[in-house]
């Protein structure tokens, strides 16, 4: 036990614990008093707003007759959404999108990841070109794509037109499985850096010798990165799985711009959902009902990458 | 002498492949950001030429003059924008950092009951979809009368970058040894002294990406701000991008230019925190 953390359960403790120290000044423990900026913020803009939205998902609410917001009904908007196959439709899509999304991204990320890992010279400057699409704002991403996408003017039929690979323009973001694919390129150009850079600080962290130990035994190249390179920067890729699982829902902003949920709602996402359930048709209660169900879904997510963190911790832990 | 050769041989295509794949991946990052920005240089004629353009004939800087003088391309009052933008992520910033810093050293440097499920608890606000939020929120902005303002949209922001600022903190802080602040204490420093001129100058580089971390999110915050900021008053940049997609004709050049404005401070200040960045998230996260 270190002395500082001594003293601060000392100061904690010590009206139950040490009343012979009483004549001391009363004192707040310390780490609360240095966490309570963090509390009331938190409790402020999102813990008492999602209470409210969390009652408020039992009433019909709607923003244009507010009086409605004192009507409780139970049960009946989640009931509602239970059968509205539509939504289930959309929620299928969501899970979908993030899962090829999430899956794609940590295998190209890993790709990317040992090709640079590899490269003897000019690594850095790699490494900053490989964070390009971190900085880009989901917003600007779509934009980007859905102008690279453009059936009339975009680049992507351009070259293909111009490369003689199709006649005619491929109405990307009109057709909806077309929109979907784009959507997804899109989703992975912004994030496979994510996976890049953290799996890429784990091979440089990662000790040379037991890949040369293994080598000297007569591991083929494929053994070699298995057993021994997969295992340490295991975490590391964790790790990343789980900063993007915290903010998954910025494909909201990415599919907003491209599609705005269209063609005919092909692409339609939870996140869009909720929000033109919110807004456009002011259906609040409903909207806030979808909200607490997307809101679970992100909390699967982060948990099951956060499990996992923990376990390839536990796991490489005694070798570190 | 032939095992030799065709180990060579081997060696080089190897070679090759590395060079030809790392190229690959390479344009493919790239590719798009830099279609942006030859998008807007060049005349809308020549990005909506069929057959396409593909060597620019003339280069200008024709968007971002018109974007900058005054009420810009097609009505969309860049300039306000620009200046929400920056109020607001700086303000954001500053707080979340003094509130982050405040809770990151708690979490680096102290026991205390409950360390664990706090900090998950923490990261779990950040879970919850911005859009999932915005219906309370703008359900209490509207009650409180603050939506379309910048106090609204800071501290939506300071709140959003809480639990990341502290996990990063409490990384950089756990990265200084703990006995430079006990040998600085039994020199005499009080413990507010030991933190202020021993912790703090060592973290600093860390906390200050942890800044530039918590910049970049308000700054590139979309689904909050859509929804709570209606006007000039409070409009940050990504929503004004919003703006342009709206309308029925798309004033491509004028977008890729307010798309480069954007993107160029978020380039500056992330090619300078690139290295500490990865170091603060796994450091807190590997170490437990």
């Known amino acids: 036990m270190d002395p500082a953390g001594a003293i601060a359960q000392d100061s904690g403790y010590e009206q139950e614990k040490a009343p012979a120290k009483r004549s001391r000044r009363w004192k707040v423990p310390v780490p609360f008093l240095l966490l309570l900026p963090a509390f009331v913020v938190l409790a402020a803009v999102v813990v008492v707003p999602l209470a409210l939205s969390l009652y408020s998902s039992f009433t019909p609410f709607r923003l244009t007759r507010p009086d409605t917001f004192w009507t409780f009904i139970g049960f009946r908007n989640y009931v509602r959404l239970l059968s509205d196959w539509e939504f289930w439709v959309t929620f299928g899509r969501t899970v979908l999108l993030l899962t090829v999304a999430l899956n794609l991204e940590m295998v190209l990320g890993l790709g990317l990841a040992l090709l640079v890992e590899k490269a003897t010279r000019g690594q850095r400057l790699l490494r900053t070109i490989m964070m390009f699409p971190m900085m880009f704002s989901p917003v600007l991403v779509g934009f980007q794509f859905k102008f690279l996408f453009n059936d009339n003017i975009g680049l992507i039929n351009n070259a293909l037109q111009a490369l003689g690979l199709t006649d005619s323009a491929i109405p990307w973001l009109i057709d909806g499985t077309l929109a979907f694919i784009a959507i997804l390129v899109a989703e992975i150009w912004s994030s496979t850096a994510v996976f890049a850079i953290f799996i890429l600080a784990g091979l440089m962290a990662m000790p040379k010798e037991p890949v040369e130990a293994a080598k000297v035994d007569g591991c083929t190249p494929w053994q070699t990165f298995r057993y021994v390179t997969w295992p340490f920067i295991m975490p590391f890729a964790y790790i990343a799985m789980t900063i993007r699982s915290l903010d998954i829902a910025r494909a909201y902003d990415i599919v907003k711009i491209m599609t705005d949920g269209g063609p005919a709602k092909r692409t339609e996402i939870l996140w869009t959902l909720i929000a033109r359930t919110g807004y456009a048709d002011a259906r609040m209660g409903v909207a806030n009902a979808m909200a607490y169900i997307a809101i679970l879904l992100s909390i699967v997510f982060t948990a099951m990458f956060f499990r996992q963190l923990a376990k390839a911790r536990a796991q490489v832990g005694a070798e570190w | ?288």
């Not at chain 2, 590719?31 to 909506?48: A, D, N, Q, Y």
Request: glycine fraction near 8%; proline fraction near 6%.
């Open chain 2, 1 to 288: 002498m032939d095992a030799n050769a065709a180990h060579r041989a081997k060696r080089g295509v190897l070679k090759a492949a590395h060079l030809v794949g790392l190229f690959l991946a390479m344009a493919f990052i790239c590719l798009p950001g830099l279609w942006i920005v030859l998008s807007s240089l060049r005349p809308t004629v020549e990005i909506m030429a069929k057959p396409p353009v593909w060597i620019p004939q003339q280069l200008s800087f024709d968007a971002y003059v018109a974007m900058f003088s005054g009420v810009g391309q097609g009505g969309i009052p860049v300039i306000e924008y620009f200046r929400n933008s920056i109020i607001i992520s700086v303000t954001s910033t500053v707080i979340a950092l003094a509130v982050g810093m405040a809770g990151g050293y708690a979490f680096a440097r102290y026991r205390f009951p409950g360390k664990s499920p706090i900090f998950l608890g923490f990261m779990l606000t950040r879970t919850v979809p911005g859009i999932a939020l915005s219906l309370p929120l703008f359900f209490v902005y509207a009650r409180l009368g603050i939506i379309d303002t910048h106090f609204g949209l800071i501290l939506a922001y300071v709140a959003l970058n809480v639990p990341f600022t502290i996990w990063l903190i409490d990384g950089f802080f756990r990265q200084v040894p703990k006995d430079l602040a006990e040998a600085a204490q039994i020199d005499g420093c009080t413990r507010w002294q030991a933190f202020w001129q021993v912790e703090f100058p060592l973290a600093r580089p860390g906390i200050a990406s942890a800044g530039i971390f918590a910049f970049l999110t308000s700054w590139n915050e979309f689904a909050l701000a859509s929804q709570l900021t209606r006007s000039t008053n409070s409009k940050t940049l990504p929503v004004g991008l919003l703006d342009y997609t709206a309308e029925f004709t798309i004033d491509w050049r004028g977008m890729c230019a307010l798309a480069v404005v954007m993107i160029i401070p978020a380039l500056v200040l992330t090619f300078i925190v690139q290295k500490h960045l990865v170091s603060g998230l796994t450091s807190g996260a590997v170490k437990g």
